[in-house]
């Protein structure tokens, strides 16, 4: 079931202050953005732009000042993981659970029985590339296999929206691009809808369908691009090329404004 | 703020609890807040125990010598352990599996070996401060950073110098944690062990005042002796950031 | 490196005990004061039975004080630590309790709940109480937050925050604390037995002190020592087989 005009997720003027030591902070202004199933939406823009607030808005956990965010046609008044799935930047596994466990977490939220969730997750650690590491302790893992099954963890669930917030921010170049890869092979197959935000303007460009660009403190939406090229994507292209240096423009502006 | 505010109303509510119950009980055993007055009164103007003052001083002396001898030993045993690679993984295992035991064991033997008197009450206030200063000491020993040493014998210092100047200020803070743990703690063991059986000290005092029931005036020396306790943390804490301050 | 040491402890040890025995029988020390190791070993063949019985009821006792002071400790520290603003109003009060010396309200104690079991179950707990708490409460507060925010996102209950999360989290803690609790339970119950007790281990060796029965007194000591690091190396093995997942 969607919005009028075929809209998954719909946001609506959204606004957030926050109240700090230092005074009153607006994260988030006016922000209205609408995404259809199966696309892969990223979020780009400088720190503090309030990227990570409008994605824990449409995870339920932080509520609007003003506004409001439907998913599916229903306003978001708490987590709905049976519909929304997040991903955060600290991988956040439990440390008793081995990886098997911690990937049937939600589903064990949720009641699913013992049988249902073993099988559930194990046939997941394949896509996720852990085969053998199912019994593994998450200090015994590497930071991108720690991502992985914190990936696994949100793909068990099995919902419609996968948010992700820089899920690969604490992983070194090498494995950043790599995971990059094996995540649109993953969104592909599932057909997700993502939406997925980012510092890194090659991870914007190489997954998405289009890319919200922020503007600095307080956020809203200065630009929206499409990216309607084929999968997987050469980086090189012309096409490529101007898009990226047309992002950047974007960027960069809104990223001295942030530095001020 | 509202901590505080919150902090002194549950003092107010406690006092006030207590001052109740006491009132509703048997006036033997529970002593209000509001019969503890007069009966402090009496104790700090001598007039309820007039050797106060002498057995006041007895327990600090008795305490002073126990925690003296604790940190000597601590600090020498400490050393040797943590200086001596072979003997600190030999013995301090042995030492921490001591601290397995409820200290109070060694007490009748210390009684029957000391006897009554303040002897034995050093003994075990000794006893009590000694391990935590020597487990501080042979942690602090062995977190310093061997480079730290290796440089400065490449400067060419000696092994007191490498002493005072690299080892002490590296392991200071575990250090003082130790012996604050241990003044603690060896006050405690002279506290126990006069009220286990003494004849002299503020322990004395406390079991001779409870023996006839004078719960009023138990309740004032068990005050006074508090303060005792509160007063060597305090110091200790003082000279604590005195320490700190004198090795940055 | 290492079986050198444990060599070597067991050299010290058995050194030891030969030095012992060859004082006492060289009379360099008073055997009625230190008597030789043989005399010991004797005396606690002599006593085994009213010892393990004292034993018996001092273990007796401390495993009733370690249940409640468990209980009360982990509840209390879970309460604590979770609300804010209960951490901040009672902290001051509990570190100036754990810090006071106990022994202080024991006769006052003992004037309410008169001699026996109970002023010593209620002693134990006391003892054992505190440190329980301290460590509950600090483990709850100290819960990774993002673990809470992914719990709460896959739409854990408050219910489920609790048990599937807080708890699990804070067992090191607890197990910790638990190590900590046996041995200041033995020792209220030990102290209590010693100052106003009919029975148990601390009663005995009082009297057995008194009695200047000292080879009886060193052989009760003796039992009593190895008793409780017994148990706190079966607290350890457990420790270690609960906490695999920590490395």
Wanted: aromatic letters at 8%; one cysteine or more.
């Amino acid at each position: 079931m969607t919005a009028a005009g075929g809209a998954l997720i719909a946001i609506e003027a959204v606004a957030k202050r926050y109240v700090t030591s230092s005074g009153p902070v607006d994260a988030l202004d006016d922000v209205s953005l609408s995404v259809a199933e199966g696309e892969f939406c990223t979020l780009i823009g400088p720190s503090g732009c309030g990227k990570s607030t409008l994605l824990g808005m449409l995870g339920g956990l932080v509520t609007p000042d003003r506004g409001r965010l439907l998913v599916a046609g229903e306003p978001v008044t708490g987590p709905d993981p049976r519909r929304v799935a997040t991903v955060f930047q600290d991988a956040g596994l439990f440390p008793w659970r081995t990886a098997l466990e911690n990937v049937e977490f939600g589903l064990e939220l949720q009641g699913v029985p013992a049988e249902r969730r073993r099988r559930t997750a194990t046939e997941l650690l394949g896509p996720l590339g852990l085969r053998g590491f199912g019994e593994r302790y998450p200090r015994e893992l590497s930071g991108g296999m720690k991502q992985r099954v914190a990936i696994g963890r949100a793909l068990a669930i099995d919902a419609r929206i996968l948010l992700m917030d820089e899920p690969f921010g604490a992983l070194d170049e090498q494995t950043r691009v790599l995971m990059g890869e094996w995540l649109l092979d993953i969104w592909r197959r599932t057909r997700k809808t993502v939406i997925f935000v980012t510092h890194s303007l090659h991870e914007a460009l190489f997954l998405s369908t289009r890319v919200a660009v922020m503007t600095a403190r307080p956020g809203r939406i200065k630009s929206v691009l499409e990216l309607a090229m084929e999968y997987p994507r050469s980086m090189e292209s012309p096409e490529m090329v101007a898009l990226r240096a047309k992002l950047w423009s974007e960027i960069r502006e809104e990223s001295l404004r942030a530095m001020k | 703020m509202k901590v505080a505010v919150l902090r002194l109303a549950l003092l107010v509510v406690l006092l006030a609890a207590w001052e109740l119950a006491g009132r509703a009980a048997n006036p033997l055993l529970a002593v209000p807040p509001s019969a503890v007055l007069p009966s402090l009164r009496d104790l700090l103007l001598l007039r309820s125990y007039p050797g106060l003052p002498a057995s006041l001083w007895l327990t600090v002396q008795e305490i002073g010598v126990a925690y003296a001898l604790a940190v000597a030993a601590g600090l020498g045993c400490g050393f040797a352990l943590g200086m001596n690679r072979l003997l600190g993984r030999a013995w301090g295992p042995m030492i921490a599996a001591l601290y397995a035991v409820p200290a109070v064991v060694w007490y009748p033997s210390l009684m029957l070996f000391f006897g009554l008197g303040a002897a034995s009450k050093i003994a075990f206030g000794f006893l009590l401060g000694f391990f935590p200063i020597t487990l501080a000491v042979l942690a602090g020993v062995r977190q310093v950073n061997p480079q730290l040493v290796l440089v400065a014998r490449a400067y060419g210092a000696g092994v007191v110098t490498v002493f005072f100047r690299v080892m002490l200020p590296s392991m200071l803070f575990t250090l003082v944690g130790g012996l604050r743990t241990g003044l603690a703690l060896s006050v405690i063991g002279v506290i126990v062990g006069e009220i286990l059986g003494s004849k002299n000290g503020m322990g004395a005092l406390i079991n001779h005042a409870y023996g006839l029931l004078r719960t009023g005036d138990y309740v004032a020396l068990v005050l006074v002796t508090l303060l005792l306790v509160v007063g060597s943390d305090v110091l200790a804490s003082l000279l604590e950031h005195r320490a700190r301050r004198w090795s940055d | 490196m290492r079986r050198i040491a444990l060599a070597l402890q067991l050299a010290t040890v058995l050194a030891g005990l030969a030095l012992w025995e060859l004082a006492a029988r060289a009379g360099w020390v008073d055997p009625l004061f230190i008597p030789a190791p043989s005399a010991v070993a004797r005396a606690l063949a002599a006593i085994s039975g009213p010892a393990l019985a004292g034993l018996g009821d001092t273990l007796a006792k401390t495993a009733a004080a370690y249940v409640l002071s468990v209980v009360l400790g982990v509840s209390a520290g879970l309460a604590v630590g979770s609300v804010r603003l209960l951490r901040d109003v009672l902290s001051p009060y509990v570190i100036a309790l754990y810090g006071m010396p106990k022994i202080l309200v024991l006769p006052w104690i003992v004037l309410l709940l008169g001699y026996g079991t109970a002023p010593a179950v209620f002693y134990g707990t006391l003892h054992g109480l505190f440190p329980i708490l301290v460590l509950v409460t600090g483990a709850v507060r100290d819960v990774d937050r993002t673990l809470v925010t992914v719990a709460r996102s896959l739409g854990a209950t408050p219910w489920q925050l609790y048990w599937k999360v807080l708890l699990p989290a804070i067992v090191p803690s607890v197990l910790a604390g638990m190590r900590l609790g046996i041995v200041f339970c033995l020792l209220g119950v030990l102290v209590v037995e010693m100052f106003a007790g009919v029975r148990g281990m601390g009663y005995m060796m009082g009297s057995l002190a008194n009695g200047f029965q000292a080879p009886e007194l060193f052989a009760a000591t003796a039992l009593v020592s190895a008793t409780s690091i017994a148990i706190v190396l079966g607290l350890d093995q457990l420790n270690e087989r609960l906490s695999r997942w920590r490395g």
